[in-house]
């Protein structure tokens, strides 16, 4: 079977030992696998991303020891294929336009943080047409319509035998049997059917893109990407692991493949706090500065060093 991964930093900072974790794991296990190791640059959030730390990133993980396969994919480069994609959303009626707050929209857009309460939207634009939205709206997915449209829909012919549709009753949202993911991280091993009552509960309407500034929200372009990429393997913190059916709804939605998914581990200061972006006194290149070796920092965070 082939294997593809990637590592998808954004360029808004040094990478710390948490990242250098996830893209040796990723390395490694592509290298093992006789597979292909992808980097890209998720740098379409324009206010944050700097081509400075585009570059350190590229230097740290030379340095590092890892080699990636084919040309850098940054999604500054692909902003209107993304926005083609969220005209196939807007045909099938998922999408409605939203005006609240833009620190409630900026915490949706970039990837979710552990630590930081990943604030559920509450829906109050749900039911605003498109033709109401506004310069500098937000678009955000209809989390239930879009599990509406998808239950309604007849399964992809010949993918699955026909026992395994069935509409589960009334009352709440039907979990739907192909909307399923298969988990290779070792907290959550195994094959997962999404269980859209808690998805609507803890996820909601997730924000897909905001007008007028070319940003594209993770979900949706970490979705194509993945696609687009022939990524089988995403590996990737335990902290995006809950948004996971997310990204498992819009390929469904886009008609994309559903890779496979590893949540890994996350690094952790003294404190047991998960490293952030700002905890600069881990990043890689000051442990450079200061004559560590690439087999130290794999030392550091409990990889083997070959
Ligand atoms: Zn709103």
């Known amino acids: 079977m082939a294997f593809v991964t990637r590592f998808a930093p954004s360029p808004t900072g040094p990478l710390h030992l948490g990242h250098a974790f996830s893209a040796i794991l990723a390395h490694d296990m592509a290298r ?9 640059m998720e740098d379409t959030d324009l206010d944050r991303c700097r081509p400075e730390y585009d570059a350190l990133i590229q230097e740290d993980l030379a340095w590092l020891g890892l080699t990636w396969d084919g040309a850098i994919h940054r999604q500054s ?39 930081v309460a990943f604030a559920v939207y509450p829906g109050t634009c749900r039911g605003r047409g498109m033709a109401s939205r506004l310069p ?5 997915l209809d989390l239930a319509a879009a599990l509406a449209f998808l239950a309604a829909e007849p399964p992809p ?14 009352g709440g949202p039907p ?6 993911f298969v988990e290779t991280g070792p907290a959550h091993a195994g094959r997962h059917i999404l269980d859209s009552a808690r998805a609507l509960r803890q996820i909601g309407d997730v ?5 007028g500034e070319d940003i594209v929200a993770y979900f949706l372009a970490s979705a194509f990407d993945d696609a687009d990429q022939g990524v089988t393997h995403v590996i990737r913190g335990e902290d995006l692991y809950d948004f996971t059916p997310v990204q498992v709804i819009l390929q469904h ?49 409990g990889l083997p060093v070959p």
Not at 32 to 40: D, E, Y
Not at 207 to 211: E, N, P
């Open 136 to 140: 500098g709206d937000a678009l955000r």
């Open 77 to 115: 480069e692909h902003i209107a294929w993304y926005n083609t994609r969220l005209e196939v959303l807007e045909d099938k009626g998922l999408l409605y336009p939203c005006s609240c707050s833009r620190a409630d929209i900026r915490a949706a857009l970039s990837a979710p943080q552990e630590g």
């Open 253 to 301: 939605l886009l008609g994309l493949p559903t890779p496979i998914y590893h949540h890994h581990r996350l690094i952790r200061d003294d404190q047991g706090k998960r490293l952030a972006k700002r905890d600069d006194a881990r990043a890689i290149a000051k442990y450079r500065a200061e004559g560590a070796t690439p087999a130290d920092i794999r030392r550091m965070v």
């Open 157 to 170: 012919a010949g993918r699955l035998p026909s026992h395994a549709w069935e509409r589960v009753g009334e």
């Open 207 to 211: 924000v897909l893109s905001r007008k």
């Open 32 to 40: 093992a696998a006789g597979g292909r190791f992808l980097l890209r």
């Open 175 to 180: 979990d739907i049997p192909r909307l399923a």
